[in-house]
């Protein structure tokens, strides 16, 4: 259950640095943001993946732990639907027509996009996945 207090101590960085700015004016909250929404992200992630890898889970839980799947499968196709456009674009810029943004990417850039393809999709599938029983060897 320590992944539930991270992931409220996540929401309440997140929710309480937009209002510390406005209040404030101080762009440094702003800080807050950066490294609350990505905390929150992943931290739901793994609460949603606890929940649904329990071996007897309430039907509160089970609906909880399938609810808190959802955003995870939206996340995942955004994140291979970016990856799967910056593949297109580069693919477009190289063999069909070179707009005038283009500028030949590196190496590694040309990685991120089918990186993020793979990610996405695999965050997709396992959104509602139990992990596998684990068995324990007796000794």
């Known amino acids: 259950m320590r992944t539930s207090r991270k992931l409220g101590l996540s929401l309440a960085t ?17 800080l807050l943001l950066l490294i609350g929404l990505p905390a929150t992200i992943l931290f739901w992630f793994d609460r949603g993946r606890e929940l649904r890898d329990l071996s007897t889970p309430s039907r509160t839980e089970r609906m909880l732990g399938l609810a808190m799947g959802v955003p995870q499968v939206v996340f995942g196709l955004l994140c291979a639907g970016i990856g799967l456009m910056l593949v297109l674009w580069i693919l477009y810029n190289l063999l069909v027509e070179r707009q005038s943004q283009f500028r030949i990417p590196s190496l590694p850039a040309l990685g991120v996009g089918p990186l993020m393809i793979v990610v996405g999709l695999g965050w997709a599938r396992t959104a509602f996945q139990r992990a596998a029983l684990k068995q324990h060897a007796v000794e």
């Open 14 to 30: 997140l929710l309480s640095s937009l209002p510390l700015m406005i209040a404030t004016g101080n762009g440094y909250f702003i």
